[in-house]
């Protein structure tokens, strides 16, 4: 099943401390085990690629990314004029915890979370406002549109 998120185990041995980590007694892990065997390899394995902003917040595992500091982010790394509105900013991020408990503070992230946001659907390159087909606007020769097919098709 890892393999069809792309991970790849670097032993049998790695994986069975991990799984010896989560199991108890019986020889079975339930849902939330495995969510969080998923969730802590993905972030290791994440974790250890380097990302130019979060040198200068250290290896520290209790950093917080303050509102300030990820509306910094999104406007020098990511380019995304959206964020030049604070308010803006500050939804998106109580929208992407989804905690109400950490909706009565400023947001932040953890170094944990802010490495999650970056592989997330959310910080996707792809501008989804291009989804959307337009019938109306169908008027082109078929040679000026992409079609997807796949390398099994039938002729």
């Known amino acids: 099943m890892l ?9 049998m041995r790695f994986l ?18 495995f969510a969080m065997l998923y969730r802590s390899l993905m972030y290791d394995a994440q974790k250890t690629i380097p990302i130019p ?6 290896e520290c595992e209790r950093t917080k990314i303050s509102l300030e500091d990820f509306q910094k982010f999104l406007l020098d790394y990511q380019k995304d004029m959206w964020a030049t509105d604070l308010h803006k900013v500050r939804e ?3 929208h992407f915890l989804h905690d109400p408990l950490r909706e009565i503070e400023e947001p932040y992230f953890t170094l944990k979370e802010f490495v999650t946001f970056l592989f997330s659907k959310e910080n996707t390159v792809w501008d989804l406002e291009l989804d959307t087909v337009c019938p109306q606007n169908m008027d082109n020769p078929l040679s000026h549109y992409w079609i997807s097919s796949s ?5």
């Open 92 to 94: 998106f991020m109580f």
């Open 151 to 155: 390398h099994n098709t039938c002729r």
């Open 3 to 11: 393999s069809q998120v792309n991970y790849r185990v670097p032993n």
């Open 16 to 33: 069975r401390d991990r799984l010896t980590e989560l199991e108890q007694r019986s020889r079975e892990i339930n849902y939330a085990q």
């Open 53 to 58: 902003f979060t040198e200068t917040f250290g």
